[in-house]
């Protein structure tokens, strides 16, 4: 099993930045794609930004220009600087690993338990 554990939520006024680290752990033999999702209240989860193990990278069109998503292999981590914050932005995010836990195992999603991120206006 993996597990992803996120940090770096929180509340923060109209225009100001938020970093959110993820940090993968337990039985890793391969990290493939890492992202960071979003669920507004009455919402579906939505993707923010992905990124490959080679480190291309995605954005929804909502973000361009003011999220950036990296990620360390060595040690397993993705972050989400989170700059010119909006209300819109605010919601829970999820850090997503697409994992597979030995050579011979099925890739499968692993998610974390999700981060607050409220942006005042």
């Known amino acids: 099993q993996v597990q992803l554990l996120e940090s770096g939520g929180g509340l923060v006024q109209a225009g100001g930045s938020l970093r959110l680290s993820c940090a993968a752990s337990g039985n890793i033999f391969r990290i493939n794609d890492m992202g960071w999702y979003r669920q507004a209240p009455g919402k579906q989860r939505e993707l923010v930004a992905g990124?490959?193990?080679?480190?291309?990278?995605n954005y929804a069109d909502s973000v361009k220009g003011r999220f950036t998503i990296s990620r360390d292999n060595a040690k397993n981590t993705v972050n989400l600087q989170m700059n010119s914050l909006k209300p819109e932005d605010t919601a829970v995010y999820y850090c997503?690993?697409?994992?597979?836990?030995?050579?011979?195992?099925?890739?499968?999603?692993?998610w974390g338990q999700g981060t607050q991120v409220t942006v005042s206006s």
């Open positions: 990124i490959t193990s080679g480190g291309s990278t």
């Open positions: 997503s690993a697409n994992a597979a836990s030995s050579p011979w195992a099925l890739r499968n999603t692993y």
